[in-house]
C-alpha cells in the first residue's frame, strides 16, 4: 500500500478530533508534589513513582549530571549501570557519542526530547554529545522494545530528554561557568519569568575545547577541536481552568575542525583538513487539554530541521570534497489517558514525514585542470508513516498491575507493521517490587538504507540502496526485583533478553559487476541475540554519605557470523561515594571499570578503569565553587594499537562556578 506524503497528513488530522489522551504532564521538577517522589512519563506514557512504575524507568536529574561533571547528555548517562557511551567505537564515522543498551547501539536506541525524536544521526547515531543540559531538568531511559508506545528504532531502549519549567514565581535564572584544560570553556545558563497563569524561559549555551592528538608532533587529530553553542526559548500559558499551552523553539549548532594526515608514493605527506558545520533547528507546540475526572488530552505539533556539512580541504591543494545532508521531519500527535476507576488508557495517534537529501561536490584534477563536480549521494527521499497505539493499565488488585498495549503502523515504503507488549507489576510488599515484561520492537530502514548511492568507482566499488528493504524487528523480555526500605537503603536485580531478526547491513557479496566496478547494497542479513543481567544498589548513611554500586554483565551473539556482536563488553562495574564534609564540602567519587569486547578474530578492545572526583563548596548564597578531575587514572587509547577503543580525552581538569536566582540555598 502507497500513500501520498500529503494523504498521511491529512489523514493525521482528520484523527485529532478522536478523543485520543495523553497522561497528564508531571509536575515542574519531575517530583511528586505530595509525596516527594519521582515521577516518570517515558516507561508509560502515564506519570507514575519511579519505584513502583510499571516499567522500570532510570532517571539522572540536572543536579545528579552536574555531580558527575557533565556538560551534555552523554557525559550525564554515561556512568548510568546498564549503558555504555564509547565515542572511540565509532572512529570511523566521526566519534559520536552514542548510547547502547542492551547490546543494541545506533539506530536501535531512540532519542527522545519531551517526547520528540531527534533527528541528525551521525552514521545511525545521534551524538548525544550535541545536546547540552543548559535546559534539561533530567534524562529518563527506558532498557528493551519500547516500539509499541514510539514506534521505530524503540529496539533496544527509549532515552527521553525533558525539559523543565521554572519553578519560582516572577524571576529567576542559573548560570553555570566553567573552564577546563586544553582551554575548555563553558557557559550555560537560563534566565525564566513565572507568573500566574503564564511562564517563559530563554536558554543558552557555549562550549569550545581544543582538540587532542594522541601522537608527539602528529598531524592528526584523534578528537577535532570543538565549539558548539545552543539558544532556546520555551514558553507555557494557562489558557483556562482546563487548558494549557507550550512551546519550545532551540537552535543547536556544532562545528569541529578535525586533521588526518595521508602518505602519497613518491609525494610525502599530505595533510587534510577535515570541517564539519552542523545545525538543528526544532519547533515543538502543545496543548494540554484536562477532560476531567483523571482523563486528559494533549495534542502536539513537531517540525525538525538538520543540516550538515563536512569537507575535506586537502592542504594549500584545490582538489576537496563537500558534502552537504539536509534532513527535516514534521509531526503530529495527539495521544493522552483515559481514566476509568482501576484501569487507565492510554490511546494516541501520530503522522510524521521525513525528508533527507545528500550531495557530494568534488574538486577533481582531469586533464591538467581543475574541475568541479555535484552528484546526489542520497537522492532525496521522503519518508512519511501514520500510526496509531493502545495501552491498558488495570490494576487487578492492589499489588498487581497488568499493563498490555500495541501500535500499528503503516509506512510509505513498506507498507505496515504491528507491534505488542505485555508488563506486570507486583508490590507484596509496600517494600517491594516485582516488575516482568515482554515485548516486540521494529526499525524501519533508514533513508540512506533506501536511497544512498555511494560511489567509489575509482576504487572498485559503488554502495546502493535497496528501496525492497524490510524493517528489522525484534523480541525481548525483561524482568526485575527491587527492594527499598524506609531509611533509604535500595537494591535491585534484573534479566533481560532480546532476539533480533532481519538486521540491516550491507551484502557482502556484490550484487552486480560492470566495467570492473562491484556495485553492493543493503539487506536484511542479519539475526542476533543479547542477553544480559544487572545487580544495582545504593544507601545512604546517617544522611551526609550516599554510596551507590552497580554491576552489569551483557552476553552477544551474530547469528549470522556465529561470533559476538563486535565492541560489547561483556563486564561493567560502576561505583559512586557522595559524602558531606566539614566547612560545607561536598566531595563526589566515581569509579568505573569497563572488560576487554570482540572485535574480530583474534582481536579485542583492552579494558580500561575510570575515577572521576568532584569537591564543591557553597561561596555565597545561591552560588557555588566547584572543582574536577574526570579520568583521573588517565586511560586514553593508544593509536598505535589495533582496536583500541579507549576514552580519547584522557584526564581532564575542571573548575568552575554555578548560581541561582533567587537563591535555593539558606
Excluded at 502536539?300 to 521531519?329: H, M, V
Excluded at 533527507?356 to 521522503?382: F, M, N, Y
Excluded at 572526583?613 to 572543582?627: H, K
Amino acid at each position: 500500500m502507497r500513500l501520498s506524503t500529503s494523504a498521511v497528513l491529512l489523514l493525521g488530522a482528520s484523527l485529532l478530533p478522536a478523543a485520543v489522551a495523553r497522561a497528564e504532564e508531571p509536575a515542574p521538577n519531575g517530583k511528586d508534589k505530595d509525596k516527594g517522589a519521582e515521577v516518570v512519563v517515558t516507561g508509560t506514557r502515564m506519570p507514575e513513582q519511579s519505584q513502583r512504575a510499571t516499567v522500570r524507568v532510570d532517571v539522572v536529574t540536572r543536579d545528579e549530571a552536574e555531580r558527575r561533571g557533565a556538560t551534555n547528555v552523554a557525559e550525564a548517562i554515561a556512568g548510568q549501570p546498564g549503558v555504555q557511551i564509547n565515542p572511540s567505537a565509532y572512529g570511523d564515522i566521526g566519534n559520536p557519542s552514542a548510547i547502547q543498551i542492551q547490546g543494541l547501539d545506533r539506530q536501535r536506541v531512540l532519542v527522545l526530547e519531551d517526547g520528540e525524536r531527534v533527528i541528525g544521526d551521525v552514521g545511525g547515531a545521534i551524538d548525544l554529545s550535541r545536546m547540552p543540559l543548559s535546559d534539561v531538568a533530567r534524562v529518563e531511559v527506558v532498557a528493551g522494545p519500547m516500539s509499541s508506545l514510539y514506534g521505530t528504532s524503540a529496539i533496544g531502549g527509549v532515552v527521553n530528554v525533558v525539559t523543565g519549567q521554572p519553578l519560582h514565581p516572577g524571576f529567576s535564572g542559573r548560570v553555570r561557568l566553567e573552564g577546563r584544560n586544553r582551554r575548555g570553556v563553558i557557559a550555560q545558563g537560563n534566565a525564566a519569568w513565572r507568573g500566574e497563569r503564564t511562564w517563559a524561559t530563554l536558554d543558552g549555551n557555549f562550549f569550545r575545547t581544543d582538540g587532542v592528538s594522541l601522537l608527539e608532533d602528529a598531524v592528526d587529530l584523534a578528537m577535532p577541536s570543538r565549539l558548539q553553542g545552543m539558544l532556546g526559548m520555551r514558553l507555557g500559558a494557562e489558557l483556562n481552568a482546563r487548558t494549557r499551552v507550550q512551546a519550545r523553539v532551540r537552535w543547536l549548532h556544532d562545528a569541529s575542525e578535525g586533521r588526518q594526515s595521508q602518505v602519497v608514493p613518491g609525494l610525502g605527506t599530505y595533510r587534510i583538513d577535515l570541517p564539519q558545520r552542523t545545525n538543528r533547528f526544532a519547533v515543538h507546540l502543545v496543548e494540554l487539554v484536562d477532560l476531567g475526572k483523571g482523563s486528559t488530552l494533549r495534542l502536539a505539533l513537531g517540525q525538525q530541521w538538520a543540516f550538515d556539512t563536512t569537507q575535506k580541504d586537502r592542504y594549500e591543494s584545490p582538489i576537496d570534497e563537500t558534502r552537504d545532508r539536509e534532513a527535516s521531519l514534521s509531526s503530529l500527535e495527539a495521544t493522552g489517558t483515559i481514566a476509568d476507576g482501576r484501569r487507565t488508557w492510554v490511546v494516541g495517534m501520530r503522522a510524521e514525514v521525513e525528508k533527507l537529501s545528500q550531495s557530494l561536490t568534488r574538486a577533481e584534477l582531469i586533464s591538467g585542470s581543475v574541475q568541479t563536480s555535484t552528484i546526489e549521494e542520497l537522492v532525496p527521499v521522503t519518508l512519511g508513516s501514520i500510526a496509531g497505539y493502545a495501552q491498558l493499565g488495570w490494576k487487578l488488585f492492589d499489588s498487581l498491575t497488568l499493563l498490555a498495549g500495541g501500535r500499528a503502523e503503516m509506512h510509505l515504503r513498506y507498507g505496515g507493521v504491528a507491534v505488542p507488549r505485555l508488563a506486570l507489576s507486583y508490590q507484596p510488599l509496600p517494600s517491594v517490587t516485582v516488575r516482568a515484561s515482554v515485548g516486540r520492537g521494529f526499525r524501519a530502514p533508514a533513508a540512506k538504507e533506501i536511497g544512498f548511492a555511494f560511489d567509489h568507482g575509482a576504487l572498485g566499488y559503488r554502495v546502493l540502496g535497496n528501496p525492497n528493504l524490510s524493517p528489522e524487528t525484534s523480541w525481548g523480555t525483561s524482568g526485575d526485583v527491587s527492594y527499598r526500605s524506609k531509611n533509604g537503603f535500595l537494591v535491585r536485580g534484573s534479566v533481560f533478553a532480546n532476539w533480533i531478526d532481519g538486521l540491516i547491513d550491507i551484502d557482502i557479496r556484490p550484487a552486480a559487476s560492470q566495467g570492473g566496478i562491484d556495485d553492493y547494497t543493503y539487506r536484511n542479513i542479519g539475526r542476533a541475540r543479547t542477553f544480559g543481567a544487572q545487580i544495582d544498589g545504593a544507601c545512604t548513611i546517617a544522611g551526609v554519605l550516599r554510596a551507590e554500586a552497580g554491576y552489569s554483565y551483557l552476553w552477544t551473539r551474530d547469528d549470522e557470523n556465529q561470533r559476538p556482536l563486535e565492541g560489547r563488553p561483556p563486564h561493567t562495574v560502576v561505583t559512586a561515594l557522595r559524602a558531606d564534609l566539614p566547612l560545607r564540602l561536598e566531595l563526589v567519587l566515581r569509579y568505573r571499570m569497563v572488560t576487554d569486547a570482540f572485535l574480530d578474530e583474534g582481536l579485542r578492545t583492552p579494558g580500561f578503569q575510570t575515577i572521576d572526583a568532584r569537591i564543591a563548596r557553597p561561596i555565597f548564597r545561591g552560588a557555588r565553587a566547584y572543582a574536577g578531575v574526570l579520568n583521573a587514572l588517565g586511560a586514553q587509547k593508544d593509536p598505535t594499537r589495533l582496536g583500541d577503543q579507549r576514552p580519547v580525552q584522557g584526564r581532564t581538569l575542571y573548575f568552575g562556578l554555578t548560581a541561582d536566582i533567587p537563591a535555593e540555598e539558606p
